[in-house]
């Protein structure tokens, strides 16, 4: 998305951004990790592009999914790349 595009979000208009964008997908943006949904309505607040976030969770779900690892496993890894995510872009 260009520049000229972007949106300027709050945290409550990123987070019914991102809410509306997974309905799309039909999952449910409530159901994340708090830390999860934290982080990706910030980074929404930061950049302005929605899209860029679901686009990034998704593609660290399907890497997490590449591994045999239980569904508890790949939540927990979830939350921790996205802790740490927040962590190094000061997001958290």
Excluded at 4 to 10: E, G, I, N, W, Y
Excluded at 19 to 48: C, K, N, W
Excluded at 78 to 89: I, V
């Amino acid at each position: 998305m260009s520049e000229a595009l972007k949106l300027t979000f709050d945290e409550s208009s990123a987070r019914n951004a991102l809410a509306h964008e997974f309905d799309t997908l039909r999952l449910a943006f409530s159901s994340l990790h708090p830390t999860i949904r934290m982080v990706m309505e910030r980074a929404v607040v930061s950049t302005g592009d929605v899209r860029q976030q679901v686009e990034r969770f998704l593609l660290v779900a399907r890497m997490a999914d590449q591994h045999d690892l239980s569904d508890a496993d790949k939540r927990y890894a979830l939350e921790k790349a996205y802790e740490r995510y927040g962590q190094n872009t000061g997001l958290i």
